[in-house]
């Protein structure tokens, strides 16, 4: 069982930066890989970043040279790094782990964080 626990979110003006972080429990996170996810009002989840246990990446075009993913193992949490917010940016950011999940696969993962809120004002 892994939980996750995301911060960093808030309010920032458009053009602006902030770094998210999610923490994660237990002794296995080295062997998961994590992800971003976001919801905006109304809007379906979308995939922001990844980034495989190998440390491999994969990003949302619409973030793509803008947001970046990493991780510190040591400290068992993954940050997303988000310049040159926009507007659009706006949403509930989340958390995800699945265990040795290669980058690209498709399906379900199998940990969520609850969240944490992103509004960037125009």
């Known amino acids: 069982q892994v939980q996750l626990v995301e911060s960093g979110g808030g309010l920032v003006q458009a053009g602006g930066s902030l770094r998210l972080s999610c923490a994660a429990s237990g002794r296995t996170f080295s062997t998961h890989s994590m992800a971003w996810f976001r919801q905006a009002p109304g809007k379906e989840q979308d995939f922001v970043a990844a980034i495989s246990w190998r440390g491999s990446t994969s990003y949302a075009d619409s973030v793509k040279g803008r947001f970046t993913i990493s991780r510190d193992n040591a400290e068992n949490t993954v940050y997303l790094q988000m310049n040159s917010l926009k507007s659009e940016d706006t949403a509930l950011y989340y958390c995800?782990?699945?265990?040795?999940?290669?980058?690209?696969?498709?399906?379900?993962?199998?940990?969520w964080g609850q969240g944490t809120q992103v509004t960037v004002s125009a």
């Open positions: 995800a782990a699945d265990p040795l999940r290669p980058i690209g696969r498709i399906g379900p993962w199998s940990y």
